[in-house]
């Protein structure tokens, strides 16, 4: 069983940065793909960003790309989001997610998923 474990939400405001943090233990994080979702109130929880196991490839929900960027250090068991200049429309619970996937996963079908954290974006 992999344990998902997100850290690093808290309260910002509009124009700061944010990095998130996840770790993965349980199972040989470099086989595992990794991908960040989120969930506002009263929203369904949608995709934010994926990563490969090596880390060489990245995808992005359009309107995230550039100012989100996903990346891993395998050798800490981690996978990273950095929110760049959030706005209150990023204010969510963010989840990070886990797979044996060999490549990585752009939808829901994630095997292992963490509590979530909770980001809150206000002036």
């Known amino acids: 069983q992999v344990q998902v474990v997100e850290s690093g939400g808290g309260s910002v405001q509009p124009g700061d940065s944010l990095r998130l943090s996840c770790t993965a233990s349980?199972?040989?994080?470099?086989?595992?793909?990794m991908g960040w979702f989120r969930q506002a109130p009263g929203k369904e929880r949608d995709f934010v960003a994926a990563i490969s196991r090596t880390g060489d490839n990245t995808y992005y929900k359009d309107h995230l790309k550039g100012r989100f960027t996903i990346s891993r250090d395998n050798a800490k068991n981690t996978v990273y989001l950095q929110l760049n200049s959030p706005k209150s429309e990023d204010t969510a619970v963010y989840f990070c997610a886990a797979d044996d996937s060999a490549v990585a996963v752009l939808g829901p079908d994630y095997a292992y998923w963490g509590q979530g954290t909770q980001v809150t974006v206000s002036s």
């Open positions: 349980g199972r040989s994080f470099s086989t595992l793909a």
